[in-house]
């Protein structure tokens, strides 16, 4: 099996990496494609894959795609792509929007997943939700499955409405994370705690609450209210933080990327 990467940006790259680092692949069946020949010579310095500047080069090789390009530059890429592909490929799909139809009836072939991740698959922990056009088998689907779990989890759903409700829970879930992060960091320092401490408060904290979460049962909700007792500091917080509505504004945010996903697409 060979597997080509187009797209050499954050996700394409973390997917090729997670990749070369699986049972599943070697360096000879592992390609990598982008426009940029500065980022394809910097790649190629790299043992991990073969780097290619041309489609052609590459394209009708591979067995297995993964478009890897921002939604924006797919039609400019479907055009280069579709005299150099056939029905066999399978074709991954990375973008944010880009329907399974749109896909097929711009490249001309049948068989697509299309997938949505998330950054931490940087490190190995990313959240991948796919979903797959009917021509594409059990046993390619399974296949597939293993290629994506290279970068984290990943889980399958029924349709694409699901791949763009992943999107606003778990594609664009980091920054969520990560702006109430920069929040509780920025307080700490108006407390008087240096940087470095600071960032090591808020990161060990949301890392020992995401570990309690996974390790039990007991619903956030629970855990929330074994750590807040009546009248105390946390219970303070809390309170704030239902006073100003800040439940149902996080869940506006995760509808508003829902939303937008689904813009994409049409």
Same mark, same amino acid.
């Given at each position: 099996?060979?597997?080509?990467?187009?797209? @050499?940006?954050?996700?394409?790259?973390?997917? @090729?990496?997670?990749?070369?680092?699986?049972?599943?692949?070697?360096?000879? *069946?592992?390609?990598?494609?982008?426009?940029?020949?500065?980022?394809?010579?910097?790649?190629?310095?790299?043992?991990?894959?073969?780097?290619?500047? *041309?489609?052609?080069?590459?394209?009708?090789?591979?067995?297995?795609?993964?478009? @890897?390009?921002?939604?924006?530059?797919?039609?400019?890429?479907?055009?280069?792509?579709?005299?150099?592909?056939?029905?066999?490929?399978?074709?991954?799909?990375?973008?944010?929007?880009?329907?399974?139809?749109?896909?097929?009836?711009?490249?001309?072939?049948?068989?697509?997943?299309?997938?949505?991740?998330?950054?931490?698959?940087?490190?190995?922990?990313?959240?991948?939700?796919?979903?797959?056009?009917?021509?594409?088998?059990?046993?390619?689907?399974?296949?597939?499955?293993?290629?994506?779990?290279?970068? $984290? %989890?990943?889980?399958?759903?029924?349709?694409?409405?699901?791949?763009?409700?992943?999107?606003?829970?778990? $594609?664009?879930?980091?920054?969520?994370?990560?702006?109430?992060?920069?929040?509780?960091?920025?307080? @700490?320092?108006?407390?008087?705690?240096?940087?470095?401490?600071?960032? &090591?408060?808020?990161?060990?904290?949301?890392?020992?609450? &995401?570990?309690?979460?996974? %390790?039990?049962?007991? !619903?956030? *909700? !629970?855990?929330?209210?074994?750590?807040?007792?009546?009248?105390?500091?946390?219970?303070?917080?809390?309170?704030?933080?239902?006073?100003?509505?800040?439940?149902?504004?996080?869940?506006?945010?995760?509808?508003?990327?829902?939303?937008?996903?689904?813009?994409?697409?049409?």
């Amino acid at each position: 099996m060979k597997v080509l990467v187009i797209g @050499a940006g954050n996700m394409g790259l973390t997917y @090729a990496e997670g990749m070369a680092k699986s049972p599943y692949l070697n360096r000879r *069946n592992l390609m990598i494609h982008d426009v940029s020949t500065e980022k394809m010579l910097e790649l190629s310095e790299f043992p991990h894959f073969d780097t290619y500047n *041309n489609l052609e080069d590459c394209l009708p090789q591979a067995d297995v795609v993964f478009i @890897a390009v921002k939604p924006y530059h797919s039609e400019e890429l479907f055009e280069k792509m579709k005299d150099k592909v056939n029905n066999d490929q399978i074709f991954i799909s990375l973008m944010a929007g880009i329907t399974i139809d749109s896909i097929q009836e711009n490249l001309g072939i049948k068989k697509v997943v299309r997938a949505m991740p998330n950054l931490p698959a940087k490190v190995g922990l990313g959240m991948t939700s796919f979903t797959e056009a009917k021509e594409v088998s059990r046993i390619e689907l399974l296949m597939v499955r293993n290629l994506l779990d290279t970068t $984290g %989890e990943a889980i399958h759903v029924e349709n694409e409405r699901f791949i763009n409700a992943s999107t606003g829970i778990s $594609g664009s879930g980091p920054a969520y994370v990560f702006y109430f992060m920069q929040s509780m960091m920025e307080a @700490a320092l108006k407390m008087g705690f240096t940087t470095n401490d600071s960032k &090591v408060l808020v990161a060990q904290t949301f890392e020992g609450a &995401v570990k309690l979460f996974n %390790e039990s049962d007991l !619903s956030p *909700n !629970s855990w929330m209210e074994r750590v807040a007792s009546k009248g105390g500091t946390t219970r303070a917080a809390l309170d704030s933080m239902e006073d100003n509505n800040v439940k149902e504004l996080i869940k506006e945010a995760a509808y508003a990327a829902f939303d937008r996903a689904t813009e994409l697409g049409k």
